[in-house]
């Protein structure tokens, strides 16, 4: 037991630490979601604390970290709009419709995980994972620069003189001193970015600095900082929200949207992070736990969560591996909420901004550049499209674009390659062997290559190198067979799936005598007499 232990010991020290990291980068991004959700910043900040928590102690990816992002975000923003248009002035309905939401796409991801469904993230191609890294990796980039600008009235305006030249100096020491930690000997197994952020904000504080703070970004945003208590149980939703089929309606597309953005954001980060830690994740369980987690999330007044893919990667690159780090991270910004709000409102921004920029670097796959002209063309395609609709769109759509290309090129690329050896045997016999997939692509292609006017009486179709997949090449073989048999000819059909003949005995008794049964298959061999192979 004791070298159970002291054999992990060491990484809860990096657990630990890399857990406190995460909660000060989780702050700004939780505020800022919050922010463009049209929430206060607490619902953020509780969202972020919730499924992060939950998520770290039952999903099916240890190191992995969830919290308020983005990409629900801003499908949020439309839903707390029109939830307030449907109130009077003041009562903030879309709020409590945003809840209610929340909590019906939880049990939807629910149901996704119990019917699993989270196993469909293996038919991503690699291409579609590097154009989402990289998409990604520029959305986090450009959600930066946002924090180089000032708010002028009711306009935002890029800092100038001095203010510019602080806020670049912090964010290039801040990015100097993670780069460099690592390359010290005695430095190299401190959490960089912690490091940095302690150092930066010293350095703000001791030479009292004008800069923008995570107070000052609470504040420019409308909101009042950071202190808060514990979450509460909203049961006011249910008495807000009234549950008809109007409300389902209006709700039920939501979250249909919220559950699979959320899905897809936190099943390609576990493939991420499962790449980086050659580990291997459960995708089903991940999907059950960000399900309950925003159930649970909604019921206590959260906007809900996934996987946060650039805090993963800082948990990652600071050493957390397992659950711990996650437990950490959300129990230490619940902290900061309630006891040290204060001190989290003096870290700057530039620090965050700073980790922020290193998670970009080491986000984006440099490789692809590399791999650009050694790669199919379609592949290229297909990353740079992901790529361009992160950025432009979001996530889903990106995904959803890039899996269906790859699905029509892999197609397309089938459909062509099948074949057909005819041979005749000693009784003159015409022998069709097909080699290549049979499906609703290769059906036409399949059916040119016999010529049934001409074949003499006795023809035989040897399926052995070939695969009858779906409903239309049932179709097709079977049409096959009753062109032959109206020119008056005989048919038979060999090594055929079980499937295909199964479907095709239900299609029509004639097939019991068209399919040839008893006969051996040359690719196997079963072994009688064990003597014989030792």
Not at 20 to 26: G, K, P, R, W
Not at 46 to 63: E, K, Q
Not at 317 to 344: E, H, M, N, P, Q
Request: glycine share 10%; aromatic share 10%.
């Amino acid at each position: 037991m004791t070298e159970f232990i002291s054999k992990r010991l060491p990484n809860v020290k990096n657990d630990v630490l890399s857990g406190i990291t995460v909660a000060l980068a989780l702050v700004p991004e939780a505020v800022a979601f919050a922010f463009v959700a049209g929430v206060d910043p607490l619902v953020g900040l509780y969202a972020a604390f919730m499924v992060g928590l939950i998520t770290s102690i039952f999903g099916g990816r240890p190191g992995m970290i969830s919290g308020a992002t983005g990409a629900l975000a801003v499908v949020m923003v439309t839903l707390v709009a029109r939830g307030n248009e449907m109130g009077t002035p003041g009562e903030n309905l879309g709020l409590y419709y945003l809840f209610a939401t929340v909590i019906l796409m939880g049990f939807i991801q629910v149901m996704a995980g119990v019917l699993k469904l989270g196993k469909f993230v293996r038919l991503i191609p690699h291409s579609v994972m590097l154009g989402f890294v990289n998409g990604l990796a520029i959305v986090i980039f450009l959600s930066q620069l946002g924090m180089f600008k000032e708010k002028v009235g009711e306009e935002e305006i890029w800092l100038q003189g001095t203010e510019l030249y602080l806020m670049v100096g912090l964010v290039a020491l801040t990015m100097f001193m993670m780069l460099g930690m690592p390359k010290i000997k005695y430095l190299k197994k401190l959490p960089e970015a912690l490091i940095a952020i302690l150092v930066v904000s010293s350095i703000v504080i001791f030479f009292n600095l004008d800069v923008a703070t995570v107070g000052s970004f609470i504040r420019d945003g409308g909101g009042e900082g950071l202190k808060g208590g514990l979450p509460t149980l909203h049961l006011e939703t249910f008495q807000k929200i009234p549950f008809t089929w109007e409300t389902i309606k209006f709700i039920l597309p939501y979250a249909v949207i919220l559950a699979a953005i959320g899905l897809i954001e936190s099943l390609m980060t576990l493939n991420l992070i499962d790449d980086l830690t050659e580990t291997r994740g459960n995708a089903n369980k991940e999907c059950i736990a960000q399900g309950s987690a925003n159930v649970v999330t909604g019921l206590f007044g959260g906007m809900g969560g996934c996987a946060m893919i650039g805090q993963s990667i800082i948990n990652i690159k600071s050493g957390g591996r397992g659950r711990l780090s996650g437990i950490v991270a959300a129990l230490t910004l619940l902290s900061f909420v309630l006891f040290a709000s204060g001190l989290i409102e003096q870290v700057p921004i530039a620090a965050l901004v700073g980790v922020m920029f290193m998670v970009v670097i080491g986000t984006f796959a440099w490789s692809s550049f590399r791999i650009l002209n050694k790669i199919p063309k379609t592949d290229v395609f297909v990353l740079i499209l992901v790529s361009a609709l992160t950025v432009i769109f979001d996530l889903a759509i990106a995904v959803f674009a890039g899996v269906i290309i790859s699905a029509l090129v892999f197609s397309w690329e089938n459909a062509v390659r099948i074949r057909a050896r005819k041979h005749f045997k000693e009784d003159g016999t015409k022998v069709y062997e097909i080699w290549g997939p049979l499906f609703f692509g290769s059906i036409a292609t399949f059916n040119s290559k016999f010529d049934a006017k001409n074949d003499p009486d006795q023809v035989e179709i040897d399926f052995m190198e070939s695969r009858v997949s779906d409903h239309s090449a049932i179709e097709a073989v079977s049409s096959i067979v009753e062109k032959y048999e109206t020119a008056g000819k005989t048919i038979h059909l060999k090594h055929l799936s079980e499937e295909c003949k199964l479907l095709l005995h239900k299609n029509s008794p004639k097939f019991r005598e068209v399919i040839i049964e008893a006969i051996d298959d040359p690719r196997y061999h079963v072994a009688e007499n064990p003597e014989e192979f030792n």
